[in-house]
Each structure stands twice: as C-alpha cells, then as structure tokens.
C-alpha cells in the first residue's frame, strides 16, 4: 500500500494549487452509499475508497508476472467499502438504511442474485449488468449476527466469487474477508448447472 501514497499526495497538491475538477456522471454501476458515523465505544469502524487511479497502478505492478490478476484489476473502476459496528444506538437506524438501499437497487435495475435470510444472518448481493450482460457493478449488503453491517460497492466487472481475491490483492483485509463469507454462496456457473442437469436428467432415464 505504500506505493499508493504518492499519488494520493499528487492528487492532494492539484487540490490545493486550485486546479478544476469538474464532475462527471456516476457510472451505472456506482452506487452512493452516503456516510456513516462511527459507532464508538471501540467498536470495530471501517472506510474504504480506493479510485480507479489506484487501482490500474495495482494492475501495472502485476501485470508482467500475473496477467490474469492485471486483467481483473483493470476491470474494476472504484471500490467504496463500509463496515459499522452495531450497539443500541444505531441497529435499527443502520437497519433502516440496509433495506432502502435494497429498495433502492431493485428500484434501478440491479439484479438480486444472493438472498440470506437468517436468524443471524441478513445477505444480499446486487449485480448491474448492461444490455449485453456486462457486469457493471457489485453491491454487497450485510446485516452480520446483528453485531456489524458491511456495505459494499464495487464498480466494474467483478464476480461475487473475485472478491476475495481482489481484496488480497489490493490488501484490503476487509474486502478479502467479506470475498470468503460470500464464496460458498455465490451463484455457480450457468455451465455447471447445465452440466448438473444434464447429469440429472440422463439419470433420470436410466430404467
């Protein structure tokens, strides 16, 4: 991660010599998150934003020795990671916020491909796909043991099942953990479940 710190410095030095930045639309698979306040009373806070910038310098470092990793990072236009300790004082505010979001993405076009509905546990991941089946993003809404809530926005063409490797990449220990609990549930291929079925259905046609 060191060798992130200078261009966090250079953009920070464009800031001050007053240099325009003009806003751009959002890409289709960014989503606003909005801020958190910090729970206190030393419960575990965490605030990711890593801009696209950041991450093609990743890419670049890999690129010679893993191509494959290059590719997958330089797919990938921003990620914004949210984990918020729950108490008392927040749950059911964070709580309240968890399901507009869900609303708010089914409202515009994101697919639902993960569901967790548990005692203890409350999962759902989102996919923003464009006309061609491109992924454009990745949100990941957790509700963990009602003891923390992680919200998660990746922007780019990324897999559930990439996460974990992304955040080991880019030594994002959060991202890297939230990647393993999501692998098991992860949707499979679409070949695999043909294959499944075809297994099923020969079989099934055995006398």
């Known amino acids: 991660m060191k060798r992130l710190l200078p261009i966090a410095v250079s953009v920070a030095l464009l800031a001050g010599m007053g240099v325009r930045v003009y ?3 959002a890409p289709p698979g960014q989503v606003d998150l909005g801020a958190f306040t910090p729970p206190g009373s030393g419960q575990i806070f965490v605030e990711v934003n890593i801009p696209e910038s950041l991450i093609a310098m990743g890419a670049s470092v890999v690129e010679k020795q893993e191509p494959d990793v290059a590719k997958l990072l330089r797919g990938v236009k921003g990620i914004h990671l949210d984990v918020i300790g729950l108490n008392d004082k927040n749950r059911d505010q964070i709580e309240q916020r968890a399901r507009g ?10 697919e639902r491909i993960v569901v967790v509905e548990q ?3 409350d999962v759902g991941v989102y996919l923003k796909m464009d006309s061609k089946s491109v992924i454009q993003g990745l949100t990941v809404v957790v509700l963990d043991k009602r003891q923390q809530a992680v919200f998660a926005n990746i922007v ?3 897999k559930p099942e990439q996460i974990a490797m992304l955040g080991e990449r880019l ?16 949707p499979k291929p679409d070949s695999d479940r043909g294959s499944r079925a075809s297994k ?6 055995e006398p």
């Open 23 to 25: 806003a751009q639309e």
């Open 119 to 121: 005692r203890e546990q």
């Open 101 to 110: 979001l869900r609303q708010t993405l089914s409202q515009k076009g994101w």
């Open 156 to 158: 780019g063409d990324i």
């Open 200 to 205: 099923e259905t020969e079989s099934g046609s």
């Open 171 to 186: 030594r994002l220990d959060p991202l890297k953990q939230l990647g393993k609990e999501l692998g098991p549930l992860a």
